[in-house]
């Protein structure tokens, strides 16, 4: 699927408020996490993936199915802190492409980490890249926790936001809101996933805070505030159904079952 070489991490945290002990959630017999890292192990002898665990035991379950793990530490105040970490002890070098896939998305697409890859390799004005698709549901368009986003005319990122960007001023006037959105330009729903040069991993969590991050509560804007570039990698679908309740888990267990 891909010639380039990468190295995919993923961070696994024991603590998790609605799903506590989540990256070992038995999934088929197989734990969470683990089946995101068989997912997308496959992409490519080049790519390496590795799990960022905080907790021994995730380094254990790791081991066990051959999968490769490091333990770092668990006072991570961010997810970027605890990847900044990753990269060091893997002593990956500045240039080094990283992407960032989350350990609760046992249904991940392995196309999706590798495409962002790829554009981030293709794009050297860019620090990060992630990806988006086409929102077409009004319900999701004014849904903060469905988090949009609006990119110029090569495809980098303008801004991320809760609120519904970009309004249509003219449609969206009288109130006679449509529900399945059929507007220029597509509103986009910005995906979970990014790429990173290794360098600049390491240089993000020294990166003040940004008003409009701790405004919207988006750790990607402060990339955005402090002048760097995020290239978006734009998919007509939506990613597969990620773990953050016990619904969720039972849903894509229900999913794997059958």
């Known amino acids: 699927m891909s010639a380039l070489p990468f ?6 945290r ?9 990256p070992l959630a038995d999934i088929a017999g197989v734990p969470m996490v ?11 002898e080049q790519v390496q993936v590795v799990v960022a665990a905080d907790d ?18 668990d006072d991570h105040p961010s997810g970027s802190d605890r990847l900044a970490e990753a990269v060091t002890l893997l002593n990956l070098s500045d240039d080094a492409i990283v992407v960032n896939v989350q350990g609760d998305e046992p249904l991940i697409d392995p196309a999706l980490p590798a495409a962002i890859a790829a554009l981030l390799a293709a794009s050297p004005q860019a620090s990060m890249s992630t990806a988006a698709h086409p929102i077409t549901d009004w319900a999701d368009m004014r849904n903060p926790n469905v988090v949009k986003v609006v990119c110029d005319a090569q495809q980098l990122a ?6 519904p960007i970009p309004w249509w001023r003219d449609g969206y006037a009288d109130g006679d809101i449509p529900a399945v959105l059929s507007v220029e330009p597509q509103p986009l729903r910005h995906i979970g996933i990014y790429a990173y040069r290794a360098g600049f991993l390491r240089q993000f969590p020294t990166l003040p805070q940004a008003p409009i991050e701790t405004c919207e509560s988006l750790e990607q804007l402060r990339a955005l505030w402090h002048g ?22 039972e849903r894509v267990r229900a999913l794997l079952a059958g």
């Open 228 to 249: 760097h570039r995020i290239a978006m990698h734009i998919t007509p679908d939506a990613p597969g159904t990620g773990v953050d309740t016990p619904e969720d888990l």
């Open 14 to 22: 024991m603590q998790s408020t609605r799903l506590p002990g989540k």
């Open 158 to 163: 303008l801004y991320f936001s809760r609120a």
């Open 34 to 44: 683990v089946r995101v890292a068989q997912r997308v192990q496959g992409i490519s």
């Open 7 to 12: 190295t995919i991490l993923i961070p696994a």
């Open 56 to 73: 021994v035991r995730v380094l254990q379950a790791c081991e066990a199915h051959g999968v490769q793990a490091l333990l770092t530490r």
